[in-house]
């Protein structure tokens, strides 16, 4: 029996199809390990959206070529948008010896098992890549999806449903649809089967993933199914308690339902994280996102009127080409007034293949970049500090991730009674002490102390 050691880069989406691969593996009679030490296959799921995951990738392989110095029968794949992205160019890479794109994971035991018994470097990607997914690739990665996308055991009583794939918005700073081909939404049947196996397996919270989750869109006969119907028909499964779904595109289309859904159904939690990227409409344009800084305040007030109570979390890219003083003095506007419960913010680095790549200089310098990212966190953990100081007091329903990966009042030092982490509904970190098997379970915790981005309480 060989042994596996998976590490994975990138987003929520990569962890998803981790966790697949994981299942796919142990069904196929391998057996996984944490140790690279022990391992007979090393596979690596990589990230391509920043050039600092790519460059982490790496570092990995150069790493691994050194061990497979001593150990030449050590297989190392490489899976997911960095697999895609570069192709042959990182099979010539001393260490890796298959190189599988997003739609081809359904193959990957078989393409290591095969490496293993023929000693032979393997290339699975998809060659015309925006070309519409045919037919029998479709019906494999639904075959891979409701199969193996049942068990996720990274964090007790939650999983990520896959709703769609890829992603046709062309974002010009953006290589995921370079990766991850054409959108295509998954049939509702198929999301609800795997919903309710995993509600069956004890799963409390099911997060509905997609590239613009907003925008999915089914149709079956005369019925076209959005993620509204989606939420209220996973909202009816039983053991079902929390759904929620990232990451949103900002459009009118499917938004009000969305909303009402949101408003009208307590298991769908109250939590948009919903990217703006800019506040200028010059940068906007030239992102080729298609909205305005109005619009898009628009959309966040409607979210605030239709739905009380919901928080609001949003990503920013500072020092687009272009970018001028006034274009970033806008950003800093919006930020102020959509009053985020917290932001993600990223310096502008060119994604080779992408328009902006190949159209628009990078012409801010890292130094503004560097001082414009420290500027908008400024502002932007100011807010999140007021925000947090609001939950001073009150209790707050949580559900529990695990024990702290803080160092202090951990397990060792406070056997008893460790330090938790857990979420609330609209996503907000809570720690407190209690016991370890309440991993998985919610509980009620009184806030008496907050920072910015966590809230500290005592249980009841
Ligand atoms: S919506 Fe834009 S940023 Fe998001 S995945 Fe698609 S192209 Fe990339």
Redesign the pocket.
Known sequence: MSNVFIKTYGCQMNKMDTSMVTCAFKEAGFSLTDSVKDADVVLINTCS?RDHAEQRVISHLGHLKHIKKNRPDLVVAVIGCMAQRLGAELLEHEAVDIVCGPTQIPQITELVTKAINEKQKKLAITKNIRRKTPEYQTDALEKFETSFGIEDKQIPSQAFVNVMRG?????S?????YV?GPEVSRPPVAIIEQIRKLADKGVKQVTLLG??VNAYKYIAGEKIYCLANVLKMASEIEGIEWLKFV?N?PSEKFFDEILQVMADCPKVCKYLHI?A?SGSDKILRAM??RYTAEQYLDLINKARTTVPGIAIAGDFIVGFPGETEEDFKATVDLVKKARYKNCFIFKYSPRPGTTADKRLKDSVPLEVKKGRNIELLAVQEQISDELSREFLGKVVKVLVEGLSKKPHLNSAENPDKPQLIGRTETDYIVVFNGISSLAGEFVKVKITKTSPLTLFGELI
Not at 167 to 171: A, M, R
């Open positions: 959206v992603c046709d918005n062309f974002c700073y953006c290589v995921v649809p991850r590239q613009r990451t595109y990217p990227q080729n996102r």
